[in-house]
């Protein structure tokens, strides 16, 4: 079955440093990959797509990198802050390209 | 900035009535999605509708559920008899063409007591 598998424990980074999440799927064949941001009790929030053919994507302080043959997909946040604090979820699109299957996403706790 | 909108934000109901939860999405977009997200658990698809049809469906999509595109500007879910587990919060996403990127809507939290 298709799976799309998230860090479960939460991430606790002091300000400024990187944050690094991890995204690995299985049984997909995708050609593209989303990382989302959801606040708690909020919808979410689309950050950045990257594409099979891309192996890096920047958007001011976010890199995306995605290696389909580990499957993998790596979300950076550099020089982080308090405000980063969130849950940070991986999406891909189901076979038929309508559905977006989320992870389970990854926590991250920035302190000061 | 466009942005997807949901009515209400909160809707406590009792269980066996039926809800309608509804969605204004971006005016330009042709794609409709509705997911649910109950608490503590991951974000899950629920329907598709595109050119006033479902396009796809999830195995919770059940016969209690429907979708409608009433007119030009909203979007909405129907639970026909609420139970329990439809306790969650509601996600309403939209998109300008096949398999790009969903903007979703800040949800409705659905309480079934």
């Known amino acids: 079955s298709q799976k799309i598998e998230q860090n479960s424990e939460a991430l606790n980074i002091q300000e400024g440093k990187t944050a690094t999440l991890t995204c690995n799927y299985t049984?997909?064949?995708?050609?593209?990959l989303q990382w989302y941001r959801q606040d708690p009790g909020r919808g979410p929030v689309f950050l950045l797509l990257?594409?099979?053919?891309?192996k890096e994507k920047r958007k001011e302080r976010l890199k995306v990198t995605f290696d389909t043959t580990l499957k993998q997909s790596l979300f950076h946040i550099t020089a982080s802050q308090p405000a980063d604090s969130a849950t940070y979820l991986c999406?891909?699109?189901?076979?038929?390209?309508?559905?977006?299957?989320f992870g389970k996403g990854t926590s991250l706790l920035v302190t000061p | 900035e466009p942005e997807v909108t949901q009515t209400p934000s909160h809707q406590v109901t009792q269980m066996g009535q039926e809800v309608i939860l509804r969605c204004v999405p971006i005016?330009?977009?042709?794609?409709f999605y509705w997911y649910r997200q109950i608490l503590g658990q991951k974000v899950e698809f629920l329907v598709s509708?595109?050119?006033?049809?479902?396009?796809?469906k999830s195995e919770i999509f059940d016969d209690q559920f429907s979708v409608e595109r009433p007119d030009g500007s909203n979007f909405t879910l129907k639970i026909r008899s609420t139970k329990l587990e439809d306790s969650a919060m509601y996600f309403c996403?939209?998109?300008?063409?096949?398999?790009?990127?969903?903007?979703f809507g800040p949800g409705t939290r659905l309480l079934v007591l």
């Open positions: 049984n997909y064949s995708p050609a593209y």
């Open positions: 990257i594409r099979e053919n891309e």
């Open positions: 509708f595109y050119n006033n049809e479902i396009s796809e």
């Open positions: 996403a939209s998109s300008d063409s096949f398999k790009e990127t969903q903007y």
């Open positions: 005016s330009n977009h042709l794609y």
């Open positions: 999406a891909l699109t189901s076979n038929s390209g309508y559905a977006l299957n």
